[in-house]
């Protein structure tokens, strides 16, 4: 099956700072999404972002599926923003497949 | 939640025992999905379906059977309950080419 890697695997942020996270794969995606698991347990969906950039507020989002990476953008972070970070794919089949995370600390 | 909704929320039950979790969703999407969330394994898929009566495998299904009678409802059933089988099962749901949403998940333990 296809692998994915996400970088890094653990972040910590002094709130106000930037940071770029990343999910690489080894080859072709479909459906590439992004996603928020808060301290509760509770799982977002923050981007359906296939190819192309979309941005929502301080977050942004690009897939270069030709390069096979996905980056997600965190601007200006906030301890709100602490939790776990997840990249999500389907190789073409219906199953929904997830990266291993990223968890980001942010400090006050 | 957009409109996805487990049951139980917590469970403790006995080893040996069947278990049956619940995902009940109202926005008519095709796929559905049951993962299992443990420390340092992120979220592993169990099984899924994508269409009524129509599901598969995913990587760590043994021990584990599903069923689809609607498109509403997707069922996930421990046969027989093992201590490895705690964990926190998160249903999840879409629709072809959409974003995925998530249930609020069940915590599961097995004594």
């Known amino acids: 099956g296809i692998q994915v890697e996400q970088s890094p695997p653990d972040l910590i942020l002094q709130e106000g700072a930037n940071s770029t996270l990343r999910c690489n794969f080894s080859d072709s995606v479909n459906n590439l999404q992004w996603f928020h698991q808060n301290p509760w347990g509770q799982l977002i969906n923050l981007f359906y972002?296939?190819?192309g950039t979309k941005q929502n507020g301080r977050l942004s989002a690009t897939t270069v599926a030709t390069e096979r990476y996905s980056l997600l953008y965190i601007s200006s972070s906030q301890t709100t923003d602490s939790g776990v970070y997840f990249c999500?794919?389907?190789?073409?089949?219906?199953?929904?497949?997830f990266g291993k995370g990223t968890s980001l600390l942010v400090t006050p | 939640d957009a409109g996805i909704t487990q049951s139980p929320r917590h469970k403790v039950t006995e080893t040996g025992t069947p278990v049956t979790l619940r995902c009940h969703q109202t926005e008519n999407h095709r796929y559905m999905y049951w993962y299992r969330q443990d420390p340092g394994h992120g979220l592993r898929l169990i099984h899924y379906?994508?269409?009524?009566?129509?599901?598969d495998k995913g990587e760590v299904s043994d021990g584990y059977s599903v069923s689809r009678s609607k498109t509403e409802d997707f069922l996930l059933t421990l046969e027989s309950a093992t201590s490895s089988q705690t964990s926190v099962y998160f249903c999840?749901?879409?629709?072809?080419?959409?974003?995925?949403?998530f249930g609020q998940g069940t915590r599961l333990t097995v004594v």
């Open positions: 379906s994508y269409g009524v009566k129509d599901t």
């Open positions: 999500a794919f389907d190789d073409s089949g219906y199953a929904l497949n």
């Open positions: 972002i296939p190819s």
């Open positions: 999840a749901a879409r629709g072809p080419d959409t974003e995925a949403f």
